[in-house]
């Protein structure tokens, strides 16, 4: 086996340690804004380190009190959970069968070309039909209008991910599964699926963090509490003459905790569903 030099060896945990620096430590710096005192965020020169930690920003964004910054926090944190999690099952719902359908039959390729093309318009060339047919509908300040705005950026994309995870299983096992008897669905459902769910997994958590993270539609189609989702939110403890620094650091901190936890959780999925298609034997 061939023996690997050990300067080499240095050198790729010296890059692995300073990409993991470069990452880590805007990360890190929030936490540390989120636990500083206000004087010590406008100290001249700056502090690096707090003398003593504070958390009491979390408790008050943390709080259900009617009325208080936490109430309306919390009620955000839960409105993007809800619409980043329905609009991510129906983008899922909608890609598999399109996905499939594309990859299996290349003469109809264009089309998805074709919808994946409007990424190209810029998201305030669609507000004025979208916000028209939401009001039309009755569904402007709503959980489930604001996830069916996110389904059309997310549908595409995950139909796009899906096809290329569908390309890289064999067409000949499902053709010998139907051969045995199998139909359709049951071929999809018992064999290709089991195969695709990496790539299903995958596609749910970028759909997840695309709708997680999304500010502009949210902010003019939401209003209060009802609908408002963290980005705006967040956006909204900027938004005063006096801003607490420290409290809009650790409003970031907590709206980073579900999707860094369920990336977590899918790790290997995800990894697999990344690097499915790559080799080819």
Not at 33 to 58: E, Q, V
Request: net charge neutral; with cysteine.
């Amino acid at each position: 086996m061939e023996r690997k030099s050990p300067y080499f060896t240095a050198f790729i945990y010296v890059c692995a340690l300073l990409l993991a620096v470069v990452i880590l430590a805007p990360i890190f710096w929030l936490f540390i804004m989120s636990i500083s005192p206000a004087a010590d965020l406008a100290a001249k020169p700056l502090r690096w380190w707090p003398h003593t930690a504070d958390f009491s920003r979390y408790q008050l964004l943390l709080s259900t009190l009617e009325n208080s910054a936490g109430a309306a926090f919390t009620a955000s944190l839960r409105n993007s959970i809800e619409v980043a999690g329905m609009a991510t099952v129906a983008a899922i719902a909608l890609a598999i069968p399109a996905g499939w359908a594309v990859s299996r039959t290349p003469s109809i390729g264009w089309s998805l070309s074709m919808v994946i093309a409007t990424y190209m318009l810029p998201p305030v060339a669609l507000s004025v039909p979208l916000y028209m047919g939401l009001a039309y509908l009755g569904m402007l300040n709503t959980v489930f209008g604001l996830s069916l705005v996110y389904l059309t950026i997310l549908a595409p994309f995950t139909t796009w991910l899906m096809k290329s995870g569908f390309d890289s299983i064999p067409r000949e096992i499902e053709s010998a599964a139907m051969i045995d008897g199998a139909g359709l669905f049951q071929t999809l459902r018992i064999l290709t699926l089991p195969l695709a769910m990496p790539v299903v997994a995958t596609s749910a958590l970028f759909a997840f963090l695309l709708a997680w993270d999304e500010f502009f539609y949210a902010l003019l189609f939401t209003s209060d509490q009802r609908a408002k989702t963290l980005t705006v939110a967040i956006a909204d403890l900027a938004g005063g003459r006096v801003s607490d620094y420290g409290l809009i650091a650790t409003a970031g901190v907590l709206a980073a905790l579900p999707p860094v936890l369920i990336g977590l959780v899918t790790q290997r999925t995800l990894i697999s569903g990344l690097t499915s298609g790559g080799v080819k034997g």
